[in-house]
């Protein structure tokens, strides 16, 4: 009986534990376009791949993802924190961690920066109409650092 108290409660430990680096970052502040100044120009971003579904269906949308970048260049703590569908939400997170964060030279940083970055998606329909300065007009999405990704539609055959 007291090993089964003693697992639990070292699992309970555990568990604790592992919540307790997303808390570190908690009260950091937010600093806006961060990845905008000099200091980041050598970092590798690319827009993401445009969701197959949104595609399919002709939807377009946007995502704002907020993370924090560490002294270590690793990136932590990526959450959406707005999108108008939940395929463009899941390309925006996986797109901040697929950067080239780990080939930046050391030293960029000397303590943690919690920053967004929004993502904009469009269809080219061939109309003009994903042009940067349209797109940001109609916007549901935040933040100053902006990249686009424009995808084509797709129609099924059959």
């Known amino acids: 009986m007291n090993k089964k108290y003693i697992s639990i409660l070292g699992l309970f430990l555990l568990a604790s534990c592992q919540n307790t680096p997303s808390d570190q970052y908690q009260s950091l502040p937010l600093t806006e376009a961060e990845l905008l100044s000099n200091k980041w120009q050598s970092l590798q971003r690319f827009p993401p791949l445009y969701p197959i579904e949104n595609a399919r269906a002709g939807k377009e949308g946007c995502a704002s993802v907020e993370y924090v970048i560490t002294p270590e260049n690793e990136v932590k703590n990526v959450k ?12 925006a997170k996986l797109n901040v961690k697929k950067w080239k ?41 935040t933040g100053r650092d902006v990249i686009f990704s424009t995808g084509y539609r797709i129609k099924k055959r059959g």
Do not use: M, R
């Not at 920066?113 to 940001?136: A, M, P, R, W």
């Open 101 to 141: 964060w780990s080939e930046l030279p050391k030293g960029v940083l000397t303590a943690p920066v919690k920053t967004t970055t929004q993502f904009q998606f469009c269809l080219e329909t061939g109309d003009g109409h994903c042009e940067q300065d349209d797109i940001l007009t109609n916007n549901q999405c």
């Open 80 to 91: 959406v924190i707005a999108s108008t569908n939940k395929y463009f939400a899941k390309q």
